[in-house]
Structure formats: C-alpha cells, structure tokens
C-alpha cells in the first residue's frame, strides 16, 4: 500500500508561483509512474502531468506545459509540481497519484492509477 499526502496548495494572485509537493509512505514509489490531476469546481479531474520512474520522461497536458513542471526526488519519496504564471483557470484541487504501469502505459489515464492523495486546493484570483 502506498499513501499520498499533498502540500503546499494555498491562495495566490495570477502570474505568481506555488509549488506542491506529494509525499508517499508506505513503500517506496522508485518504480512507480506518478501524476499529478486536477478538479476544478463543477468539472471532471483532469490530467496535469506525469513523470517517470526515474524522472526522465515527462509529459504535461497542453492548457499547463511551458508553466508547470514535475518532478520528483525518490531518495525522499516525494513528487513535486512547479506551478509558476498562475492563471485563475488553474484553480481547483490538485491530487498526486501513483501507478505500477510504465510511463508509456499510465500517462494521462486516470484508471491507471491505483493510488490517490487526498487533495490540496489551489486557488488562483486575478
């Protein structure tokens, strides 16, 4: 079993930074492929990003690439999302997830996904 917990979401005017972090217990998530997703109010989760287990590979959704970056540091068990040129449409809440799969394999598919984090709300007001 592996447990994500999220931090580091807060309240912050468009154009600043925030960065995130995830943090797994448990057992180690070296070999795992882990994601980053959003919810906005009223709206689906959504795929943000994605990094490989050994943080070679990366892959963003477009409305977040060339803002936002993954990362990750498996000596600390921990993913990490750079999140700079905040945008109000980037409000919601953002989960860390973890999948056994290959980065090819589990990418954006949020099925792919065994484990989830609870959550940490971004809010970003203009």
């Known amino acids: 079993q592996v447990q994500l917990v999220e931090s580091g979401g807060g309240s912050v005017q468009a154009g600043g930074s925030l960065r995130l972090s995830c943090a797994a217990s448990?057992?180690?998530?070296?070999?795992?492929?882990m994601g980053w997703f959003r919810q906005a109010p009223g709206k689906e989760r959504e795929f943000v990003a994605v990094i490989s287990w050994s943080g070679g590979s990366t892959n963003y959704a477009d409305s977040v690439k060339g803002r936002f970056t993954i990362s990750r540091d498996n000596a600390k068990n921990t993913v990490y999302l750079q999140m700079n040129s905040l945008k109000p449409e980037d409000t919601a809440v953002y989960y860390c997830?973890?999948?056994?799969?290959?980065?090819?394999?589990?990418?954006?598919?949020?099925?792919?996904?065994?484990?989830w984090g609870q959550g940490t709300q971004v809010t970003v007001s203009s």
């Open positions: 448990g057992r180690t998530i070296t070999t795992y492929t």
């Open positions: 997830a973890a999948g056994v799969g290959s980065f090819a394999y589990t990418g954006g598919r949020e099925s792919s996904y065994g484990y």
